[in-house]
């Protein structure tokens, strides 16, 4: 018996087969049907059955004997065209053959429109834009080196990770004195270092809140080696190891933007996983905006906290052991999702789906992009990011489901927003406020109906027929 594992795929077998899915599900389905003989079987069956439909669109191959038989009908006629054919006592005859050969015609066209309107290419249905926005995002954390544990954690939720036992997180307490204003600039150099050029290893907790409003946790094991990359081993609610990727180094960012928060430090230091972290904090519009703990010898966050407009944690993420200096990458690791660096943006063609990437969004400078497909199935992945707040903007070829436009807020996780374009979705997903959503999405495309209409089905279907679809 298929379990509710399986549940969540089979509505995608036969799109998986007909190599119709996004490039982002067919990933899922792939990674699914290794684990799953059952569904794996159904997929072999699913083409077993289309190898036997394209079998029978093969053309009939006529008798010898018709053309012949054919000419003993038409007789000392069957060399002249229809309307001069026969005269006097034989034009009823000429009238019917002129009859039956428009009725002919008319039969062969609209066989034609029916076939090409049954073998047209429907365009992909992008059924559920806010997931994907959220692990398009989480990719983009994972691979730019912000957020790394984070990105791994939602990115391996989405594929099935049983987080730890729910908990009501509050603010981590401490006692440092007296918060000191520090500028913006030198807030966002110290923020900005993310720990580029350190080697450690150790063991980080991710606290992601639900819809429900409660903390689930999962452990990453993060082994990074300054100048090669990183690995990111999730485990699940069990402790048992889930998912293991290798990130290769790509750094963030190459400018740095105004954030309009006030930013502050304190007089003291804490202590993180047993070193000392000096804490930066940021306040907007009247509350706390987040907290970082940063290592007072390197720079490296040991400590962050996001927080809700009432002060409450809505993501906390931490070492609870770490070791600088040390750090041993796995050889098993798989990358997740290869994006190249902002400076490869120099080459022709490297912008596809969208009118125009621009290389700032939302004041925040363009530091990783990526693009797969062929065709008309071209998807591009751009990231923005100043190392505090980072934008993820994807280009997917298909129609968005129920409406032109969706969007999300929820607490707690990367808020989203959705649009179609054409013959394509855009979508947008940032850690950032509203205003810096606002500001992304007035910058790209404008909402624009999908326009495959009767004609386009029709091309699509010509397209097929003759073998150029």
């Given at each position: 018996m298929r379990g509710n594992d399986c549940r969540r795929y089979e509505d995608d077998l036969s799109?998986?087969?007909?190599?119709?899915?996004?490039?982002?599900?067919?990933?899922?389905?792939?990674?699914?049907?290794?684990?799953?003989?059952?569904?794996?079987?159904?997929?072999?069956?699913?083409?077993?059955?289309?190898?036997?439909?394209?079998?029978?669109?093969?053309?009939?191959?006529?008798?010898?004997?018709?053309?012949?038989?054919?000419?003993?009908?038409?007789?000392?006629?069957?060399?002249q065209p229809l309307y001069l054919a026969g005269d006097g006592p034989r034009r009823h005859s000429r009238g019917g053959r002129l009859i039956r050969g428009g009725m002919a015609a008319?039969?062969?066209?609209?066989?034609?429109?029916?076939?090409?309107?049954?073998?047209?290419?429907?365009?992909?249905?992008?059924?559920?834009?806010?997931?994907?926005?959220?692990?398009?995002?989480?990719?983009?954390?994972?691979?730019?080196?912000?957020?790394?544990?984070?990105?791994?954690?939602?990115?391996?939720?989405?594929?099935?990770?049983?987080?730890?036992?729910?908990?009501?997180?509050?603010?981590?307490?401490?006692?440092?004195?007296?918060?000191?204003?520090?500028?913006?600039?030198?807030?966002?150099?110290?923020?900005?270092?993310n720990g580029q050029s350190i080697t450690y290893s150790g063991r980080q907790r991710v606290w992601l809140m639900d819809g429900d409003g409660v903390h689930r946790p999962n452990d990453v094991e993060v082994d990074v080696v300054a100048g090669e990359g990183a690995t990111l081993a999730v485990l699940d609610g069990t402790g048992e190891r889930f998912l293991s990727w290798f990130v290769p180094t790509m750094g963030c960012c190459s400018s740095l933007a105004e954030t309009g928060w006030q930013f502050y430090t304190y007089q003291s230091s804490?202590?993180?996983?047993?070193?000392?972290?000096?804490?930066?904090?940021?306040?907007?519009?009247?509350?706390?905006?987040?907290?970082?703990?940063?290592?007072?010898?390197?720079?490296?966050?040991?400590?962050?906290?996001?927080?809700?407009?009432?002060?409450?944690p809505t993501l906390v993420f931490g070492f609870v052991s770490i070791n600088i200096g040390t750090a041993q990458l796995a050889t098993d690791s798989t990358q997740p999702y290869p994006m190249e660096s902002v400076s490869s943006a120099n080459?022709?063609?490297?912008?596809?789906?969208?009118?125009?990437?621009?290389?700032?969004?939302?004041?925040?400078?363009?530091?990783?992009?990526?693009?797969?497909?062929?065709?008309?199935?071209?998807?591009?992945?751009?990231?923005?990011?100043?190392?505090?707040?980072?934008?993820?903007v994807s280009w997917t070829p298909g129609v968005l489901a129920g409406g032109i436009r969706v969007s999300d807020d929820s607490p707690g996780l990367p808020q989203v927003s959705a649009w179609q374009v054409g013959d394509g979705v855009v979508s947008v997903a940032t850690n950032g406020p509203r205003a810096l959503m606002a500001e992304a999405c007035k910058a790209l495309p404008k909402p624009q109906e999908n326009k495959y209409g009767l004609l386009e089905r029709m091309g699509s279907g010509l397209g097929r027929l003759v073998g150029i679809g």
């Amino acid at each position: 018996m298929r379990g509710n594992d399986c549940r969540r795929y089979e509505d995608d077998l036969s799109g998986f087969v007909d190599r119709t899915l996004p490039e982002r599900r067919v990933n899922q389905v792939s990674e699914h049907l290794v684990r799953c003989p059952e569904c794996s079987a159904a997929v072999d069956e699913l083409r077993r059955v289309r190898s036997r439909l394209n079998s029978c669109r093969a053309a009939a191959t006529l008798p010898e004997t018709l053309a012949e038989r054919l000419q003993n009908i038409a007789g000392n006629e069957c060399d002249q065209p229809l309307y001069l054919a026969g005269d006097g006592p034989r034009r009823h005859s000429r009238g019917g053959r002129l009859i039956r050969g428009g009725m002919a015609a008319t039969v062969a066209l609209a066989t034609l429109m029916m076939l090409s309107l049954a073998l047209a290419k429907e365009p992909a249905v992008v059924g559920d834009p806010v997931r994907a926005a959220r692990e398009q995002y989480s990719l983009a954390l994972t691979t730019i080196s912000v957020g790394q544990g984070v990105g791994a954690v939602q990115w391996a939720r989405e594929r099935g990770a049983r987080p730890g036992a729910a908990t009501q997180l509050s603010p981590r307490t401490f006692d440092l004195g007296q918060a000191v204003p520090i500028d913006e600039n030198n807030a966002m150099i110290r923020l900005g270092n993310n720990g580029q050029s350190i080697t450690y290893s150790g063991r980080q907790r991710v606290w992601l809140m639900d819809g429900d409003g409660v903390h689930r946790p999962n452990d990453v094991e993060v082994d990074v080696v300054a100048g090669e990359g990183a690995t990111l081993a999730v485990l699940d609610g069990t402790g048992e190891r889930f998912l293991s990727w290798f990130v290769p180094t790509m750094g963030c960012c190459s400018s740095l933007a105004e954030t309009g928060w006030q930013f502050y430090t304190y007089q003291s230091s804490d202590t993180v996983a047993g070193r000392s972290a000096s804490v930066v904090e940021a306040r907007g519009d009247g509350h706390l905006v987040a907290r970082w703990w940063l290592d007072d010898d390197t720079g490296l966050p040991l400590w962050v906290e996001r927080y809700d407009t009432t002060g409450r944690p809505t993501l906390v993420f931490g070492f609870v052991s770490i070791n600088i200096g040390t750090a041993q990458l796995a050889t098993d690791s798989t990358q997740p999702y290869p994006m190249e660096s902002v400076s490869s943006a120099n080459t022709s063609g490297w912008c596809v789906g969208l009118p125009e990437c621009p290389l700032e969004l939302g004041g925040l400078p363009l530091v990783a992009h990526a693009s797969s497909g062929e065709g008309q199935n071209v998807y591009q992945r751009l990231v923005y990011s100043d190392g505090v707040r980072t934008l993820s903007v994807s280009w997917t070829p298909g129609v968005l489901a129920g409406g032109i436009r969706v969007s999300d807020d929820s607490p707690g996780l990367p808020q989203v927003s959705a649009w179609q374009v054409g013959d394509g979705v855009v979508s947008v997903a940032t850690n950032g406020p509203r205003a810096l959503m606002a500001e992304a999405c007035k910058a790209l495309p404008k909402p624009q109906e999908n326009k495959y209409g009767l004609l386009e089905r029709m091309g699509s279907g010509l397209g097929r027929l003759v073998g150029i679809g």
